[in-house]
T-cell receptor, first 109, second 113 residues
Framework: RKEVEQDPGPFNVPEGATVAFNCTYS??????FFWYRQDCRKEPKLLMS???SGNEDGRFTAQLNRASQYISLLIRDSKLSDSATYLC??????????FGAGTTVTVRA | EPEVTQTPSHQVTQMGQEVILRCVPI?????FYWYRQILGQKVEFLVS????????KSEIFDDQFSVERPDGSNFTLKIRSTKLEDSAMYFC???????????FGPGTRLLVL
């Protein structure tokens, strides 16, 4: 079983729409969770950390369900600039991050 | 805003040649990492480095790979004898002691012919 699995998409949505997608992880001892964003051929950049109580950063809302080992990201009022690949990332210890394969989102005008 | 830098941005080499990829982590960071991403695939952990030694390495990081912090600012990844399958984007990352976030450099695209 893969350490981190994501719905690959692609999600093709109009501007202003809401889009949501999920991620599951296999190691119940996982410590921390993140969503990174990756634009084509660029480095991953931290979008937001994910906390057990759920958290919001502007138009982005992340949820974590430790019992189900499930993480989600919701983007409200999508902008053209939100088009990217969103990487679900899990930290097991101080020494490495495990990445999902990414969910591709395309926002169209 | 401080950032991780990497050189070169692109490198083309012949199979069997040695390559050294260079990284300058953020200046007050003490944890350093290398990851790679083969085209169309996920980002994969290679190695982490702290206190002048390897903390953890993946099964990808075999005897052909080595890391070094030759001075107070650079962090290098050496591939001794490159293979075709080493072609990938290599990302360096660093992290501060009290932080969870790893900050990634822009990557070096390595092409092995």
């Amino acid at each position: 079983r893969k350490e981190v699995e994501q719905d690959p998409g692609p999600f093709n949505v109009p501007e202003g729409a809401t889009v949501a997608f999920n991620c599951t992880y296999s190691n119940s001892a996982s410590q921390s969770f993140f969503w990174y964003r990756q634009d084509c051929r660029k480095e991953p950049k931290l979008l937001m950390s994910v906390y057990s109580s759920g958290n919001e950063d502007g138009r982005f809302t992340a949820q974590l369900n430790r019992a189900s080992q499930y993480i989600s990201l919701l983007i409200r009022d999508s902008k053209l600039s939100d088009s990217a690949t969103y990487l679900c990332v899990v930290k097991y210890n101080d020494y490495k991050l495990s990445f999902g394969a990414g969910t591709t989102v395309t926002v169209r005008a | 805003e401080p950032e991780v830098t990497q050189t070169p941005s692109h490198q083309v080499t012949q199979m069997g040649q040695e390559v050294i990829l260079r990284c300058v982590p953020i200046s007050n960071h003490l944890y350093f990492y290398w990851y790679r991403q083969i085209l169309g695939q996920k980002v994969e952990f290679l190695v982490s480095f702290y206190n002048n030694e390897i903390s953890e390495k993946s099964e990808i990081f075999d005897d052909q790979f080595s890391v070094e912090r030759p001075d107070g600012s650079n962090f290098t990844l050496k591939i001794r004898s490159t293979k075709l399958e080493d072609s990938a984007m290599y990302f360096c990352a660093s992290r501060g002691v009290l932080e969870e976030t790893q900050y990634f450099g822009p990557g070096t695209r390595l092409l092995v012919l």
